[in-house]
């Protein structure tokens, strides 16, 4: 294993955390979909309500002792992240549908949620990877919304899934479990009619 193939495997899954990776997903959609008065609120409220108390519970979950990395690779640790993460996308949702959110970013809420709980249930048997999950999740989404976006981030998304197999943070099944169920995911919120 060579020094730069492993710096770039990190740098890689830093990018596609699914923390990152959602976040500016999620910006380039309300930013290309809704006019600025009504898309800088709507980005607040979303990084108040998820996005930073997401970031803070990793940093601190971290900073404590109770997960190894900010990845939560460790199966078992990851029973102790979704029931935190899934109140957090839960109610984050709502603070969506209190602020009168488009119905494609309610849906995308849902359907968020529906894919942490989905991951919660399968993590008894299997660790699925929420790298690959989220990647492919938004890339669908934004292939619907920006095919320059999309294609970009389906380069990035192979190189995620390349990551977290070199860096043996996953097997090859958990990563292929992750593209299965962010895709079903995508599919859900961008291209299903309304």
Request: charged share 10%; hydrophobic share 60%; glycine share 8%.
């Amino acid at each position: 294993m060579s020094i730069f193939s492993r710096r770039l495997a990190v740098i890689v899954s830093w990018i596609g955390h699914p923390l990152v990776f959602v976040t500016i997903s999620v910006g380039m959609v309300v930013m290309t979909q809704l006019a600025l008065r009504l898309a800088i609120p709507l980005l607040a409220a979303l990084f108040l309500s998820v996005i930073a108390p997401t970031g803070l519970l990793l940093f601190f979950g971290v900073r404590s002792g109770r997960w190894a990395d900010a990845d939560v690779s460790v199966r078992e640790e990851r029973k102790r992240f979704y029931p935190i993460a899934i109140p957090l996308s839960a109610f984050g949702t709502i603070v969506m549908w209190l602020a009168n959110a488009p119905r494609y970013i309610l849906r995308g809420g849902v359907v968020t949620l529906a894919l942490l709980i989905a991951a919660a249930t399968a993590n008894h048997w299997s660790k699925i990877s929420l790298h690959t999950l989220f990647a492919i999740y938004c890339t669908v989404i934004l292939l619907r919304v920006n095919l320059f976006c999309g294609l970009a981030a389906f380069i990035l998304t192979g190189l995620v899934f390349w990551s977290r197999l070199f860096l043996s943070r996953h097997t090859i099944s958990e990563n292929i479990s992750g593209i299965a169920l962010g895709a079903v995911g995508g599919i859900a919120t961008a291209w299903m009619p309304t």
